[in-house]
């Protein structure tokens, strides 16, 4: 295997297809520092393409650790610079690319951390950075979330460090279509059965979304004017892009008031960066009323208590179970492929561009539309093949969508 030809490749799909980069463009980069050497891949193909300036943001989980361990007082942890804002406010206003490149050099750095004081810089940071959130999530801008391996993080994946280059490239290469011989076609490709599933679950107009399996009997309500949408997006200035590489899922914004039952999740999630563990919610009319952990319940409490919120959904989305994501048969401890290997619900703030009419709503108008607002946004991983999903009617009638983990439609 040619590492260096593939990751080069991975590079110019980043930039040319995920961002889908435009000439005279600049491109921000979010990433830790391991990724220092695939940070100047991308921005050979980023200046390649025409990009007027690669600027990059590095941030390094080590530090902010010592920060929650060290830190003489509470209130200290929630500082945020103050030219933090008016920065990130930029990105937006001047139309920039973004791309967020994961891949940690130290996965486990946040366990056993204060849950408080991680909530407190986390509320800040977010509260921070919500102009940019917001635009990211109106699809203002082009953005892209990613990975990109790093050494301990393919550990974990793979399950030992041994020859853990060649073993975690055999394992993404597939999920991340860089196998084909084309693979920005092999999105678009995809792209299309993913519009396929969106313009049935629109065409059937769902007032309820039910997922039905072992733990988990929970009812999603929706409304007449939400929309499920999948893979490649469009900006304001009509240019497509994908805000993830990999992506398999369709998804929408249910009634905020309007969810009921239990869930139990199948995977792993990462919340303030502890591994939460089995964890499980009941609802009442849209909010959590009673939940549980097997591992991390206290960092799960501190996510429920974070906003008004923060405990109740704003996503709800469909994965089938065919996925190269599941078939790896991985836990790959990152939300971005985890999330895309089994349906999930999101607690936090929900997507205006899943409503019709919704990039150009207030706030207070999403709101009226029963539209989730919050500082924060956690997929937890649901299906499997163990759960169907139906979507039921306003008269109550229940339609197949999904058998024990795999679309029937």
Known sequence: MDLERLRRSYAELLVGTGVNLQEGQPLLVRTEPVQRGFVHMLAEAAYGRGASFVNVEYYDPALSRIRLDRSVRN??????????????????????????????????????????????????????????????????????????????????????????????????????????????????????ELKRRCAYMNGAGYDQIRFVGPGTDLYVGMAPDRTFVGGRCTNRAGVGFFPNIPTEEIFSTPHRKRVRGTARTTRPVEVMGASVEGAWFRFEDGRVVDFGADRNREVLEKYLEFDTGSSSLGEVALVDAGSPVFRSGRTFHSILFDENAASHIALGNGYADCIEGGTGMTDDELEAAGCNSSLVHTDFMIGSEEVSVYGVLDDGTEMLVMEKGRFVI
């Open 75 to 192: 209130e200290y942890t929630a500082f945020v610079p103050s030219y933090t804002e008016d920065m990130y406010a930029a990105f937006i206003e001047e139309g920039w690319a973004s791309l967020s490149l994961r891949g940690p050099d130290e996965p486990d750095i946040m366990e056993g951390a204060d849950p408080g004081r991680m909530a407190a810089a986390g509320k800040a940071s977010s509260m921070a950075m919500r102009g940019f959130l917001k635009g990211i999530s109106a699809n203002r801008i082009s953005w892209n979330v990613c990975l990109h391996p790093s050494r301990k993080w393919a550990g974990k994946v793979l399950g030992s460090e041994n020859d853990w280059e060649v073993r975690i490239w055999e394992l993404l290469a597939p999920i991340l279509r860089l196998d084909a011989a084309d693979p920005s076609a092999a999105w678009m490709e995809h792209d299309a």
